[in-house]
């Protein structure tokens, strides 16, 4: 196809428009062999104008959802981030601030591969009794409700024997569960 002019990265809209315009030809065009491809919704928080959720197609990067965001605040730090990688739903991405130290399970999961490699690696898990709700909001997925029922059910339960009783929290799936698993742990 020479002579034929790029076509643009697709770029999400913000969560007050229509929803309806989310479809299209071109978000099927794109699979990934772990993850199939779909729309959502993404959280991005930390060092960006506009901290929010964004709707996003398949094949929306982070970069995206960053200028969906109003862009970068002065003092964010994106070395610590993929910027150039898939925005999948149910996805959060932290920006840190220059000088801050980003927890690996801040960063997105997409799979669960880089995100459990690297928190592995740091060794960065979040521990599920004796996290607080802004802890846990650092891992993918979990926001403030899902943080908060997290808490419930180790005050009433007494905390978390195992990372499987992670499940047993309302609106823990079997897809939630595996994507968090590598990030946590009920460690003493």
């Known amino acids: 196809m020479a002579g034929a002019p790029a076509t643009p990265a697709p770029v999400a809209e913000p969560l007050g428009s229509s929803v309806s315009s989310l ?92 995100a459990a490699t690297a928190s592995s690696a740091s060794g960065a898990l979040v521990n599920l009794n004796t996290a607080t709700e802004t802890e846990l909001q650092t891992l993918s997925g979990i926001g403030p409700k899902k943080a908060a029922d997290i808490i419930a059910y180790r005050d009433q339960n007494g905390g978390f024997k195992a990372v499987e009783d992670l499940k047993n929290v309302s609106g823990i799936g079997d897809k939630t569960f595996e994507r968090l698993a590598p990030l946590v742990t009920v460690g003493p």
């Open 23 to 114: 479809s299209s030809p071109a978000s099927s065009a794109v699979a990934s062999p772990s993850v199939p491809p779909k729309n959502g919704y993404v959280h991005i928080k930390g060092a960006v104008k506009k901290p929010g959720v964004y709707p996003v197609e398949a094949t929306t990067r982070w970069v995206d959802v960053v200028a969906l965001a109003g862009g970068l605040a002065g003092n964010a730090d994106v070395s610590q981030v993929n910027l150039a990688q898939l925005a999948v739903d149910q996805d959060s991405l932290y920006i840190p601030k220059a000088g801050e130290e980003v927890p690996a399970a801040a960063l997105p999961a997409s799979g669960g591969g880089a």
